[in-house]
C-alpha cells in the first residue's frame, strides 16, 4: 500500500453536520471523531485538507464570501488544516472538479506538494470514494444516516465507523493506542506547543493551516476548483 502523506477530509458529513446549504458560520457543528482525526493525521506529520462540493454557489444559493466563511468556522473548532478547496459548480456544469470527478483531489495535492497517490481521502458517500480512485488516492467511506444504502454494500470494505477510525486504520494504529507526538503521551499540544512539525505552532509562522496564522484568504484556484488557505496577518 502507498504510504499515506495527507488526509483530504470531505467537509459536510463527514468533518461537520450537514446543513444543505449552510451560509451561516454560527450553525457548524463538529461531529463525532472530526476533531480528533484532523489531530492524529497532524501529530503524524501528515498534510491535512479537505475537499468539497459547493453546488450552492453555482445553484445562486450561496456566495464564495459565505462558504469561506463558513470554513474558516470549521477550520478554527477543528485547530486548522493545511488547505480548504471545494469545488462552486452546480452538478450539469460538467467541470473537471465535482467530485466524483478527481480536479479536487489533484488541486489539493498539488497544494499540499504531495503525490495524490499518496492522499488519503474520507469522505460519507459514494462521490468521495469515486474522486479518490479516479485520483489514483485512498478512499474510506464513513457512512452517515444519510449515505445511501447501496453505498454503505459498495464499499464495506473500505469503509470506517468515524474519521478517527479510518485515519487510525490507515496509520495501521488500534483504538486506545497512544502514539507519540500525540495529545495522550503528554506532549505539549496547542498554544505554546513547539515541535516544529507540520502544523505545529512553531511551524505555523510559514505554513498554513494555522489558528495564529491570520485570517483565512483567496489562493488563486486550481482547476475549476477554488482554494483557500491561511496567509500571516
Known amino acids: 500500500m502507498t504510504t499515506v502523506s495527507a488526509v483530504l477530509f470531505d467537509r459536510d458529513g463527514t468533518l461537520v453536520a450537514d446543513v444543505p446549504y449552510n451560509g451561516d458560520p454560527g ?4 461531529l463525532p471523531g472530526a476533531a480528533e482525526a484532523v489531530a492524529l493525521a497532524r501529530s503524524q506529520g501528515l498534510a491535512t485538507g479537505v475537499v468539497s462540493n459547493q453546488s ?6 450561496l456566495t464564495v464570501e459565505q462558504v469561506r466563511a463558513v470554513d474558516a468556522r470549521a477550520d478554527a473548532l477543528l485547530g486548522g488544516l493545511d488547505v480548504w ?4 459548480h452546480a452538478p450539469d456544469a460538467g467541470c473537471g472538479c465535482r467530485k ?31 474522486a479518490a480512485r479516479a485520483a489514483g488516492a485512498q478512499g474510506v467511506l464513513v457512512p452517515n444516516a444519510a449515505t445511501a444504502p447501496a453505498e454503505v454494500r459498495r464499499f464495506a470494505g473500505r469503509s470506517a465507523p468515524d474519521p478517527l477510525t ?4 490507515a496509520l495501521g494504529l488500534t483504538a486506545g493506542e497512544v502514539i ?20 505545529s505552532p512553531a511551524a505555523k509562522d510559514v505554513a498554513p493551516g494555522s489558528p495564529s496564522t491570520g485570517n483565512v484568504v483567496p489562493v488563486s484556484p486550481g482547476p475549476g476548483g477554488v482554494t483557500v488557505r491561511r496567509s500571516p496577518s
Open 166 to 169: 479510518a485515519v487510525r486504520t
Open 100 to 130: 466524483p470527478r478527481p480536479g479536487l483531489i489533484h488541486t489539493a495535492a498539488e497544494r499540499l506538494g504531495v503525490p495524490a497517490a499518496a492522499c488519503l481521502v474520507i469522505g460519507d458517500i459514494a462521490a468521495d470514494v469515486l
Open 180 to 199: 507519540p507526538g500525540s495529545a495522550g503521551d503528554g506532549t505539549p499540544r496547542g498554544p505554546g506547543a513547539a515541535d516544529g512539525r507540520p502544523g
Open 56 to 61: 450552492g454557489i453555482g445553484r445562486g444559493l
Open 27 to 30: 450553525r457548524v457543528r463538529l
Open 85 to 88: 478547496v471545494f469545488c462552486p
